[in-house]
């Protein structure tokens, strides 16, 4: 039991370096000089959050969305199996939007990345 104890300590001895590490990461990050860079980090994490926000709930929809074509089918009946017609078209339009998302999500990232890339070279060759 004592080894139990001692190990789980360690892992939360663990856990607290990696949160203090990560803590003076953010107090580094808001002492920098008012380059706007953190508010801009700010707006492109909560539009980062928003997108992924919304894929999760098209991906939500299209599981009840193949939970009901699955009952459809287990059914039967022939009004049912029509019925997943329409819901596997919407299943497949759903994964198009999650597909052009994404897209959007990764060309927001990469511009967002290159921009903060910028911000620091022209800091650098500044000063």
Request: avoid cysteine.
């Amino acid at each position: 039991m004592t080894s139990f104890d001692s190990s789980s300590s360690e892992a939360e001895s663990g856990m607290d370096d990696h949160s203090n590490k990560t803590n003076t990461l953010r107090e580094e990050e808001e002492e920098t000089p008012n380059d706007g860079a953190p508010e801009v980090d700010m707006e492109v994490w909560e539009s980062f959050s928003s997108g992924f926000r919304h894929v999760q709930s098209i991906l939500d929809q299209n599981r009840l969305l193949i939970q009901q074509v699955n009952v459809n089918h287990q059914s039967k009946l022939p009004h049912n199996l029509t019925k997943n017609v329409s819901l596997i078209r919407e299943i497949n339009s759903n994964i198009s939007k999650v597909v052009s998302l994404y897209s959007d999500l990764s060309s927001n990232f990469s511009t967002a990345f290159h921009q903060r890339r910028g911000n620091v070279k022209s800091k650098g060759e500044s000063g």
